[in-house]
């Protein structure tokens, strides 16, 4: 059953993703998305304090600290991928990180992987080539979202994994705050340099806050199920169903609301479509491994 976290998350993601283009194709630049989207989370996360825990002392601050880094990359990545190209690309692209955390838990001897696990993250990263390879536009562009995307990847891996290995120890009402309020108050200093007229702008603004209050929403739930649960491999092939999504939805938007995504062919969008279904088999690989177990 908690599975149905990442499944959540991949839903709240991808709309998050959505709203935070559409703010970006409104004027507001990955900087202003990230500042605010790291103050939101650092006031959405308080809330855990009151689930108690154990601080283990100013002698271990340094492993929050580490998460906190990872999170503030990963989403800088995150926001620079889908600024300089689509969503229906970078979305499904993210969803290499199922590999990048099945390498790792097995490296650092986390969790004993069974063989449908690594399946999985093989259809899952055919999946994502597939998709990658319909990109249009300049090739440097969809080069350069690629490379952002997996870099997006790398750094919510380790996050996931160590995430499950260290949160344990002081329990989600301590590890998971003072996570967050380090992620918050990492964003500070860019307060004086953000473009306040501009972000009050209903056509900013509204785009912006949604997609912020979205990215936090689906945090809680992905690092929720990490740190209670562990079992981060399953957990993020789940996950990846947030490439399907991308497709989907980014499709269903652009032809509503206008968007890059409209300007591609029949072909291409489906082409994208058929690699995001292999993630979904992916995802029911992994479920029935789960059931079994």
Not at 112 to 124: G, R, T, Y
Request: with cysteine; aromatic share 10%.
């Amino acid at each position: 059953m908690h599975l149905l976290l990442p499944l959540l998350a991949s839903l709240l993601f991808v709309g998050a993703l959505i709203f935070m283009k559409r703010a970006g194709e409104a004027g507001a630049d990955s900087l202003t998305t990230l500042c605010v989207s790291n103050l939101g989370s650092g006031i959405i996360f308080s809330i855990f304090w009151s689930l108690g825990g154990t601080f283990r002392g100013w002698q271990e601050i340094w492993q929050p600290a580490i998460i906190a880094s990872l999170f503030v990359l990963g989403l800088m990545f995150t926001f620079m991928a889908i600024e300089k190209g689509d969503v229906s690309i970078a979305t499904p692209i993210f969803g290499v990180k199922v590999v990048f955390v099945a390498m790792l838990v097995t490296i650092l001897g986390i969790q004993d992987l069974p063989p449908s696990v690594w399946q999985a993250a093989i259809m899952a990263t055919l999946g994502i080539a597939l998709i990658q390879w319909t990109g249009r536009g300049k090739n440097q562009r969809v080069a350069l979202t690629i490379a952002l995307a997996i870099a997006a990847a790398l750094s919510y891996a380790t996050f996931d994994v160590l995430v499950q290995r260290w949160a344990p120890a002081w329990g989600i009402g301590r590890f998971l705050p003072i996570v967050y309020w380090m992620v918050g108050l990492s964003s500070l200093p860019l307060i004086p340099r953000l473009p306040w007229r501009e972000i009050r702008q209903p056509k900013i603004l509204f785009p912006l806050s949604a997609g912020a209050l979205l990215i936090s929403l689906q945090a809680i739930c992905i690092v929720s199920a990490l740190a209670v649960f562990g079992d981060a491999a399953r957990v993020n092939v789940v996950y990846s169903l947030r490439g399907l999504w991308g497709v989907l939805l980014a499709w269903a938007v652009a032809k509503r609301w206008g968007g890059s995504e409209a300007d591609h062919t029949h072909r291409t969008m489906l082409t994208r479509l058929a690699g995001a279904i292999i993630l979904a088999a992916a995802v029911a690989l992994v479920v029935l491994s789960e059931i079994s177990d």
